[in-house]
């Protein structure tokens, strides 16, 4: 598993074929989304992920813009 951030932005890559790899991105994937950042995949388009799925492989989080 590795992890990547770039500006405000955090990718989150692994192997799917591990399962180390995959419980690790799980943890991180819930840790992060319970405080709030979206989850996000880039297949052909962006689109918002709400459940972690091991054959995404990456994932980008985004954190949410605050004030308003």
Request: charged share 35%.
């Amino acid at each position: 598993m590795k992890v990547s951030k770039k500006g405000a932005k955090i990718t989150l890559t692994w192997r799917k074929d591990t399962p180390e790899d995959i419980e690790k991105a799980r943890r991180f994937f819930v840790k992060i989304t319970k405080q709030g950042w979206l989850a996000t995949s880039r297949c052909t388009e962006f689109r918002r992920i709400l459940e972690f799925e091991p054959e995404y492989e990456e994932i980008l989080f985004i954190p949410l813009s605050e004030g308003g």
